[in-house]
T-cell receptor, first 114, second 113 residues
Framework: NAGVTQTPKFQVLKTGQSMTLQCAQD?????MYWYRQDPGMGLRLIYY???????DKGEVPNGYNVSRLNKREFSLRLESAAPSQTSVYFC?????????????FGPGTRLTVL | DQQVKQNSPSLSVQEGRISILNCDYT??????FLWYKKYPAEGPTFLIS?????DKNEDGRFTVFLNKSAKHLSLHIVPSQPGDSAVYFCAARYRGSNYKLTFGKGTLLTVNP
């Protein structure tokens, strides 16, 4: 099992360019999440999908859109990148409910917007 | 308003000694708390968790203590090893949040040989 995979690992964009970050999980989890990590800010939730077919805003959704393509895949799109979106982006997945509560994270995408 | 706070950005301890990482929270609706460990250039990995109905959970060298009245939890690592050097994030969840986690800003632990 690969767990949570993310592509690309690194990306450099110019201001105004668009791109999509891809995420896939093979753990049959219902919920998937996108976070960004900035120095001194911890992990902040951008968007999440509690189950296939649903998406909701997190703490910092402005400038982003998401698509839950199927149960396995959850993509994050930047329509018009800005320097403030320079960050490390992590995708995570987790079971919904039950006694398991931990989320499993991918290795991250390091994005620089010039 | 930050609901999960890790007030120490960094902590340095000697190998073999105890490491104590602290976390405070403000939302009394949190029902589950987790600790994650993160190495540079990797995603966070789950370390240990505790339900709000318990006050202690132990897993090998790692123990998490929860003091609900003080809204405080701590992670104890005994004995500390150089491989424990990483950023540690405290996270909390409440059922009404659709199983979302709220993270603290993290504490960088350095274990010196």
């Amino acid at each position: 099992n690969a767990g949570v995979t993310q592509t690309p690992k690194f990306q450099v964009l110019k201001t105004g360019q668009s791109m999509t970050l891809q995420c896939a999980q093979d753990m049959n989890h219902n919920s998937m999440y996108w976070y960004r990590q900035d120095p001194g800010m911890g992990l902040r939730l951008i968007y999440y999908s509690a189950s296939e077919g649903t998406t909701d805003k997190g703490e910092v959704p402005n400038g982003y859109n998401v698509s839950r393509l199927n149960k396995r895949e959850f993509s994050l799109r930047l329509e018009s990148a800005a320097p403030s979106q320079t960050s490390v982006y992590f995708c995570a997945s987790g079971p919904r409910g039950g006694t398991l509560n931990e989320q499993f994270f991918g290795p991250g995408t390091r994005l620089t917007v010039l | 308003d930050q609901q999960v706070k890790q007030n120490s950005p960094s902590l340095s301890v000697q190998e073999g000694r105890i490491s104590i990482l602290n976390c405070d929270y403000t939302n009394s609706m949190f029902d589950y708390f987790l600790w994650y460990k993160k190495y540079p250039a990797e995603g966070p990995t789950f370390l240990i968790s505790i339900s709000s109905i318990k006050d202690k959970n132990e897993d090998g060298r790692f123990t998490v203590f929860l003091n609900k009245s003080a809204k405080h939890l701590s992670l104890h690592i005994v004995p500390s090893q150089p491989g424990d050097s990483a950023v540690y994030f405290c996270a909390a969840r409440y059922r009404g949040s659709n199983y979302k986690l709220t993270f603290g800003k993290g504490t960088l632990l350095t274990v010196n040989p």
